[in-house]
Each structure stands twice: as C-alpha cells, then as structure tokens.
C-alpha cells in the first residue's frame, strides 16, 4: 500500500498536503461567509433554488436507489460476509454499538423537530405560504383531527426513516468493507479502488477525501452553532441567565471542550460512555412523555402510523409533486431532508464504519437501518403525539392549545417545553424533566462533535483508527472556531444553505460508493467460486496420494 504519511515534525502520523489544504479552504469559506453574510447567503441560496428545482426528481431516485442497494445486500449471498477477516467477531456490544449509530447519527435533531415538525404538519394554516402537509391533504383529512394527526405523524416519521438512512448505511458499510475487508485505509478514498486501484493514493482520492473533511466540518459547526441558541432558551427556562450572544458563545466554548475531551480519550472510552450515557437519560424523557401524557392514545397512534407508514413509504418516496404549492412544500421539506442526509453521510457514514468491524453485511445492514429508525419512530410519535393530542383535545377547539402558534413562529424550543408543560406542569417536576431535555441538547451535540473530529482526523491520517491526539484537539478547536465566528457575523444561515448545495456532488460520490462496493462484492465471490472449483475434492485427493 502507498503511504504519504509524514514521518516527522509537527504533521507526523496526519497526510501534510490535505491537512494544510483542508485548512486553508475552511478559512476561506469561512472569510467569504464571515465578512460579508449576506452576499454569501445570496448565492448560496441560489444555487441551492436551483438545485431543489432541477434535481428534486434526482434526489427522490437517488434516495429510493440506495433503499433498494440495501434490501438487495440483506437478500443476497452478500449478506454474509463479514466486515473484516471470515473469523472476526464485532468490537462493541450490541448496546454500545446502537447507542453510539443513535447518537452520532441523530443528535439534537430530534429534540428540535420532535414536536415541532408532526405539529406543523397537523396544522391546515397554510401559515409558510404553502400547504402544511399534501400527503394528509391527498388522503382526505384536509381539517385538523385524529386521521389528519396519523397522516403527520407518517409525514415526519417518512423523513426521519429508513430512505435517510439508507445513505448513511450504503455510505458506511462502503467505507467498512474496503477497510476491513480490503485493507485499504478508512477514508472514502478506498471507495474508488475498484475503478482506479493505487491510484486512489493520487490527486482524486485526496479530492474525496478533503470532500469528506470539509463535510465534518461544516456540518458539526452548523449544528453547533444553530443549537447553541436553542440550549441557551433551555438554560434561560431553567436558571434565569440570558439566551443572548455571550451566553451562546460560552455554551459553544464550554461544548467544544468537552467534545474535544471525549475525542481524545477515543471511541471505547469517552465517545462510548457519553453515547451510553444519552440513551440511558433519553429512556427517563421518553417515559415521562408516555406515561404522563395519553399512554393508549400514544400506543393506538403508533401502531396505526407504523402501519400507515409500511403500506406508503415507497409511494411516498417516489412522489414527485406537480402543483405549484405541493412543490414548494416538497423541496422545503422532503428535498431539503434528502440534501442534508447526503451531506451528513460522509462523515456519519464513516464514524458508523468505524465502530462496526466484524459484523457481517447483513447484521451491519439490518442494524443500521431498522434500530435507529424504530427508535426515531417511537420517539417521534411520543413526543409529536403528545403535542397534537394535546391541541386535539385543547379548551379552545382543536388548534387552540398554542404549540401551533410557537411552531409558526419558529420558537421550537418554545414549542418542546410548552409540551413537557402540558404534562407534568411548570413546578418542581417540570423543571427536573426541562433540565433533562436541556442535557440532551448538549450531550446529543457532544456525541455529533466528538465522532465528527475523530472522523475528519480518521481521513487526514489516511484511516489511522487511533490519529494523533494534538490533531483531534486542532480540529475540536477548529469546529468550534467556525461555529462561534459564523454565530457573531451572522453566516449561520448562509453555511446551512451551502451545506445543501454541497449534497449534490456529494450524492455523485455517494453513487461511485455503491457501484465500488457492488463490483468489489460480486469480483470477491466469483473469484471465491474459481478457488473452490480449481480446488480438487477429497476423493481427487486420495487417489492422489494412493497412486
């Protein structure tokens, strides 16, 4: 294998010539989107207009693509071989290994959109100026009511389920395959090696690669930096200290360090522990909800959304909306979801590959793909399902209990803690169950950050599972930097807005990914069946040795 390692000096153990170049162009981007935000925000969400109109058809395909790649991987022969050698066993417990593909997979994502995306759904406003939700309206229950509720509940669980993690499975066990399979380094270099063979150590394999850097990068401070601003509405709930400027930018310095921290410290150790630690909390929030809140109304609405779900997420996935308001709801939502599944991918897809060696592809496809989406799905339903029965059922009339009026107006913290009050009310209770969501945002952001700069360093060195630690402290320190610079300039926005742009090229890498893995798949078990034909048989053997 070629190596372009350093073997020396400050850059030893990292690849010189993509950590200088990486660095340079994320304080490129960040001095275009910094100093002047609003231009930046001005081309970036044209060309991301463009996109949505142009390729929305191209995303809906792409996305059902990889959902198929996976059915047929768990179908096929190919299931059961193993990511590593033919007698390797799994690294982490099945436990360990589910809590760490929700944590760093999910994140405080679910907290945000938990309640607020099923609410914006059941609402018939219209309030975004366009339809809240085609799919209920195509089904009959244009009115806010009990079937329009389900018809929300399938809506959201749609874009939080298996076609999103699809990319990150196809994505993950790409990168664990040639890994661990091949032993070719765990970067998204190796993707290419059946189309290029070495010459994935040359220019293009370090464009993947930087591709994949630049990713982790943008993606953790984005979330960092919008998500700080909603934990500071959570401590101002809780402690009284202001949700302003400098508290956000305590909140990024306070995060940054712990995730730098658990970074350090490794994937059996911080990363493990914290992930843990997130589903173990995240039991005692989602007990209070279905306990507290309708526990049958709950359990009636899951099965009947899972149901709902299992006969249309295929039609779902391959409708493509002709009228005028459908498609701007289409491209605001599941189009807009699809690009940033795609642009997290790399960097989700190879932490995914690097806890799972020694799982077969099956076991890793299955895995990745059921157990983060029946948690999100039970999730979902738990806290979008209190909310609606809880404007369902309001004094007022149904729409009147005032979590619809908080979604309207963005405030999705508002709206999460509005529901937790519906519950257990604002007394001591309430606050305890408050403080709880409010560590979950932190966490569920330390675990993203941490697996992200393991990721990113992961790729500089080339696939070292274990890279230089001053080089995970640089990139800790780096992620944070651009949250905390982009949050004072106001380019937050425009940093969203490009990471979409970004999954298009990032979806073509994708797709070279899949066709790798699948020739890669198919070359191994014909040249298996001409060893096993080529090899004589027993009785060839005996009569050998007689004569």
């Given amino acids: 294998m070629v190596t372009e390692l350093s ?135 244009a009115a806010i009511g009990y079937e329009r509720a389900i018809d929300a509940l399938r809506v959201t669980v749609f874009h939080w389920g298996l076609h999103g993690w699809a990319i990150y499975v196809i ?52 979330s960092l930096g919008l998500g700080v601003s909603q934990m500071a509405v959570g401590l101002e709930r809780l402690v009284g200290i202001g949700s302003g400027l400098n508290t956000q930018l305590v909140l990024i310095a306070l995060i940054s360090t712990v995730s730098i921290i658990s970074a350090v410290t490794g994937v059996r150790r911080g990363i493990k522990v914290i992930s843990e630690l997130n589903i173990w909390v995240s039991l005692l929030v989602v007990g209070v909800f279905l306990i507290g809140g309708p526990t049958l ?69 299955l895995g990745v793909l059921l157990v983060p989406t029946l948690i999100i799905f039970m999730w979902l339903i738990i806290f979008g399902g209190n909310a609606m029965y809880q404007e369902l059922n309001a004094a007022g009339g149904p729409g009147s209990a005032g979590i619809i009026e908080l979604v309207n107006a963005w405030k999705l913290p508002a709206a999460l803690f509005a529901t937790a009050d519906g519950i257990v009310g604002t007394g001591t209770f309430g606050w305890v169950l408050s403080a709880m969501m409010v560590f979950l945002l932190m966490s569920w952001f330390v675990t993203s950050s941490d697996s992200g700069t393991l990721v990113l360093t992961t790729i500089l060195s080339l696939g070292d599972n274990e890279p230089p630690k001053r080089f995970r402290v640089f990139w800790g320190v780096v992620i944070g930097l651009v949250a905390a610079v982009l949050l004072v300039a106001g380019g937050l926005t425009a940093l969203q807005t490009a990471l979409i742009v970004a999954a298009l090229p990032l979806s073509v890498v994708i797709l070279v990914m899949t066709a790798g893995v699948l020739l890669s798949l198919f070359r191994e078990t014909l040249e298996a069946r001409h060893q096993a034909a080529a090899k004589p048989l027993p009785e060839q053997q005996g009569d050998s040795h007689e004569r």
């Fill in 7 to 141: 073997q020396g000096g400050v850059f030893q153990g990292m690849h010189k010539g993509m950590t200088l170049t990486s660095a340079a162009l994320v304080l490129a981007f960040v001095l275009f989107t910094g100093l002047d935000p609003d231009a930046a925000g001005s081309v970036f969400g044209a060309a991301r207009a463009w996109i949505e109109g142009a390729f929305s058809g191209y995303y809906l395909i792409t996305v059902m693509l990889l959902l198929a790649v996976c059915t047929f991987i768990v179908l096929s022969r190919y299931g059961s071989i193993r990511l590593g050698a033919d007698d390797s066993r799994p690294e982490f417990s099945n436990f360990a290994w589910f809590s760490m593909l929700f944590s760093a997979g999910i994140g405080i994502g679910i907290l945000f959109f938990g309640v607020a995306e099923p609410i914006f759904y059941l609402d018939d406003t219209g309030a975004f100026g366009y339809p809240n939700n085609p799919h209920a309206d195509m089904a009959g229950a």
């Fill in 171 to 222: 994505v993950g066990m790409s990168l664990a395959y040639f890994a661990y399979r091949k032993g070719l380094p765990l970067a998204l270099r190796s993707a290419l090696y059946p189309f290029i063979g070495e010459r994935i150590f040359g220019p293009l394999g370090h464009l993947f690669d930087i591709l994949g850097v630049l990713g982790c990068v943008f993606g953790v401070a984005t």
């Fill in 297 to 365: 109304w709950l359990i009636t609405a899951f099965g009947e959304t899972l149901l709902d779900y299992t006969i249309n997420f295929i039609p779902m996935g391959l409708w493509f909306a002709d009228e005028p308001g459908s498609v701007e709801w289409q491209k605001g939502w599941t189009i807009f979801y699809w690009g940033w599944w795609l642009a997290w991918a790399p960097f989700v897809g190879l932490f995914i590959a690097r806890i799972s060696k020694g799982r077969t592809l099956r076991e890793f496809v």
